[in-house]
């Protein structure tokens, strides 16, 4: 950790795992870097030597009240940076660095282009989002920013972790393939307490509805998308204070196969087998089943998940960014 002496202008805590984007990030971070301090800025470097020293980095870094954590890496990354932040009132920012990068397609956030992300950390427009949290089985608890995967797709990241070849995007492509083949039903039960959902083709709803059916998987979105602009709750809104649920009940393979494409649209969500709600509380039960979000493991089944309404402040660019309140006066 790096600590330079703090001038008149804005001091940001930047966490960085330099091996984000296939060993991209370092070169990421300090092309951001350098366009950060040319603005005036000083800067705390952070990189921790795992998962668990970047938290206790990050979380140091919050608690000396810098003017914005930003955060150089994939999802993962960012999901560590929201344990530290949440709730907290310093400014989250952003620099792409992944291969998902879910989070800055969400908000607009630049995407290959490090200068224009520093850009938008130094522009300092803020953003008020809502964040997921959820309490797994053993009891621990995590915040969340994009959607929470149960069932197939967290099949898929448990074999992708248990295989040690090849690397890259083709052992997720593999894990895909040995999951496919694998299909089951997987018996879920779901408890909803919030209003009722929107009405269309496969919408169910209502405070203490209960969801009891054998699935494919069920996703928890606080926003649209996830494994890198999968459309999976393509109504998602981070500032409803709500959470969207899509559940795909469990189809033959044929019947996955030709529904799968339709994910990178969000059209899924009109089809039969597909069935979506809003809620502020999702309680999720199956046996076995792990549960992911931001591209990491937090846990197993049963977990409860709720919307924490305006729990972060995200830097984003200036026309995403609340417009300004009336203060009344004429």
């Known amino acids: 950790m790096t600590s330079p002496r703090r001038g008149a202008g804005p001091h940001y805590a930047m966490l960085t795992n330099p091996y984000s984007g296939h060993n991209k990030a370092r070169d990421i971070a300090e092309r951001a870097g350098r366009r950060l301090r040319a603005s005036g800025a000083s800067i705390t470097e952070l990189i921790g030597d795992d998962a668990d020293d970047a938290l206790r980095l990050a979380r140091k ?4 009240r810098p003017d914005a954590l930003v955060a150089t890496g994939g999802d993962g990354l960012i999901g560590i940076a929201l344990q530290s932040v949440a709730g907290s009132g310093v400014p989250l920012g952003i620099v792409p660095a992944g291969t998902g990068n879910d989070h800055a397609r969400e908000y607009g956030i630049p995407i290959g282009d490090p200068e224009a992300a520093a850009d938008v950390v130094t522009a300092g427009a803020v953003m008020d989002v809502d964040l997921g949290r959820v309490r797994t089985a053993d009891g621990a608890e995590h915040w969340f920013g994009t959607v929470l995967a149960a069932g197939f797709d967290s099949l898929v990241s448990d074999r992708t972790n248990r295989m040690t070849w090849p690397h890259g995007r083709m052992r997720y492509n593999l894990a895909i393939l040995a999951e496919f083949l694998n299909l089951r039903p ?8 919030g209003p009722a959902a929107e009405s269309g083709a496969g919408a169910v709803g209502g405070p203490g509805t209960v969801i009891e059916e054998d699935v494919v998987l069920a996703a928890v979105g606080n926003t649209r998308s996830y494994g890198g602009g999968m459309l999976i709750c393509p109504d998602a809104d981070p500032t409803d204070g709500l959470l969207d649920l899509t559940v795909i009940r469990y189809i033959p393979r044929r019947t996955l196969v030709r529904l799968f ?9 009109h089809r039969s087998e597909v069935t979506t709600s809003r809620a502020r509380r999702i309680d999720i039960s199956s046996p076995g089943i792990n549960v992911y979000a931001d591209g990491d493991r937090l846990g197993r089944l049963p977990a409860v998940i709720t919307a924490e309404p305006r729990a972060l402040r995200l830097l984003v660019p200036a026309e995403r960014a609340a417009p300004a309140q009336d203060s009344g006066e004429s």
């Open 261 to 269: 494409p339709t994910v990178f649209r969000g059209t899924h969500v």
């Open 61 to 64: 870094a919050v608690a000396e």
């Open 186 to 193: 997987l018996p879920f039960r779901l408890v909803l307490d």
